[in-house]
């Protein structure tokens, strides 16, 4: 019955047209490297308050999982990665472009794609409100462990960088805790500045660390230009025989059910997924010396990998609140803006709204497809737009979104000072979505925190004698041994 009450939702003509726009604006924002779909996320998210809930989410979605396949293109077409997660992707496609089978690489990226969105969406659909309802045994103690579980997904996002990964988290902490005390009405660190009373608003600052921060790279980059990549010709008469489907169609599967698995997993991110799945397939194939020469397993494996991952990272991020990356944590960002709430009551709440954007996932991941195909072969000029009318364009709509939300130049100040503040924390090698996590976590934490000293009579010692807060003090251990252990062996 959730299910028709979904599909009822999806297949409204406004829906459908702004899941199509959101797919295209996250291909074209991934295909240009320096760009993210998380910045498209971050600059979207205002036109949002003009839309409904279910349109404004489908869009973002949209964004989302485009994105996840943009940086493909470019890591295909030229030889550069337009995201971390589309590294492994390099090794075979670009070898196909300059044997001039960008065509072919193109289809088999979107291809294998779709097939691990789609099965990450039905996961998602699965297993979430299974989930959900388990968490409904929470209680405050079991939501604060959960928030430091939540800030221990900092090392695993922070690469090599954990210590400065955990500074850049208590910065953010910090930010949410000026203003008015909502406990005890208690006025904290506004410096007498009335625009502070109410606290920093998230909007901003996700605006200023994934948008704005862009702006101030891309006039650093300006003061050192680099030679212009060499493009590759395309040939869209050049298509996929059934042959060369049916052979990466095990590798398909594989890294689709690899992308779920690490998708769901706080902080574990798109980039392990890719390349685990790209060293199955190697060790797998029976001619792996041909991987890196330019085969398409090569690239049909990493792609279903770490688009696999766009469903099944919303798991943990819509039952319990835990962002494990940059896409989660704006995402959860629109999520809150639009009264939604993650946590073990959303599904009661507002089952309908849920249901609707979940299966709206499953018709993400088919749009986008139909859209690769049709962009295909306009994907060679997307390469080749000045880097300065890019980085302009950002600046005016990134400004226009922070001053849209509440129509407050204060809220443009904001944006700029993060921007400025994170750019020069990026100058000293300090992550940025740590910092990000910290302020969507902040709040969570204090305030449970308060109220489980409460409850608990101010021994907090007794968190020991509740089975999900040990469960959550053990996976939080577990996430920093496993993390600092993963950036050993990288080093």
């Known amino acids: ?241 059934r042959q060369e489907y049916r052979s990466c169609y095990k590798d398909i599967g594989k890294s689709s059910v690899i992308g779920v698995i690490i998708g769901a997993i706080p902080a574990a991110g798109a980039s392990i997924a890719a390349w685990l799945s790209y060293n199955e397939a190697k060790r797998s194939s029976r001619h792996p010396e041909l991987f890196g020469t330019g085969v398409l397993q090569g690239v049909a494996a990493p792609e279903a990998g770490n688009n696999a991952i766009t469903g099944a990272s919303l798991i943990p991020l819509l039952t319990l609140g835990i962002p494990g990356s940059g896409g989660a944590a704006t995402l959860l960002g629109a999520l809150l803006m639009h009264g939604l709430a993650p946590g073990p009551s959303l599904f009661e709440e507002h089952g309908d709204t849920m249901y609707v954007i979940m299966v709206g996932l499953i018709f993400v991941n088919l749009f986008m497809y139909v859209i690769v195909k049709f962009m295909s072969r306009y994907f060679i000029h997307i390469t080749k737009i000045p880097d300065i009318l890019l980085v302009s364009a950002l600046l005016v709509i990134a400004l226009f979104g922070a001053y849209i939300s509440e129509g407050s130049i204060f809220d443009v100040l904001v944006a700029l000072c993060a921007a400025a503040g994170i750019y020069v924390l990026t100058l000293f090698e300090f992550p940025v979505i740590p910092l990000i996590l910290g302020f969507i976590l902040g709040p969570t934490i204090e305030a449970n925190l308060r109220r489980s000293m409460v409850m608990l009579d101010g021994n907090m010692f007794l968190v020991l004698t509740r089975p999900l807060c040990i469960m959550f003090i053990v996976l939080s251990v577990l996430m920093v041994v496993v993390s600092k252990k993963t950036v050993t062996q990288q080093e």
């Open 1 to 241: 019955m959730n299910v028709v009450v979904g599909l009822a939702g999806i297949f409204q003509p406004l829906n459908l047209l702004l899941i199509a726009f959101g797919v295209s604006v996250g291909v074209i924002f991934g295909a240009v490297p320096g760009f993210t779909g998380v910045m498209a996320i971050a600059l979207l998210l205002p036109f949002t308050f003009s839309l409904d809930t279910v349109g404004g989410l489908l869009m973002l979605l949209g964004v989302y999982c485009g994105g996840a396949f943009g940086g493909s293109v470019s890591a295909i077409l030229i030889g550069t990665p337009g995201s971390s997660e589309a590294a492994a992707t390099v090794l075979d496609g670009y070898p196909l472009a300059k044997q001039g089978k960008a065509y072919k690489a193109l289809s088999m990226a979107a291809f294998a794609s779709t097939v691990g969105g789609v099965v990450s969406a039905f996961s998602l659909l699965l297993f979430a409100p299974m989930i959900a309802k388990a968490s409904l045994l929470f209680g405050p103690p079991e939501y604060f462990m959960l928030g430091i579980f939540g800030i221990t997904v900092i090392a695993g996002v922070s690469g090599s960088n954990i210590g400065k990964g955990i500074q850049a988290g208590c910065v953010g902490i910090f930010l949410t805790t000026i203003g008015l005390d909502q406990e005890t009405g208690v006025l904290r660190y506004a410096a007498g500045n009335i625009d502070l009373y109410s606290g920093i608003r998230m909007l901003p600052i996700i605006l200023g660390a994934f948008a704005l921060n862009r702006v101030f790279r891309g006039v650093q980059d300006s003061a050192h230009p680099t030679k212009p990549v060499e493009i590759q010709k395309m040939r869209p008469e050049d298509k996929l025989t």
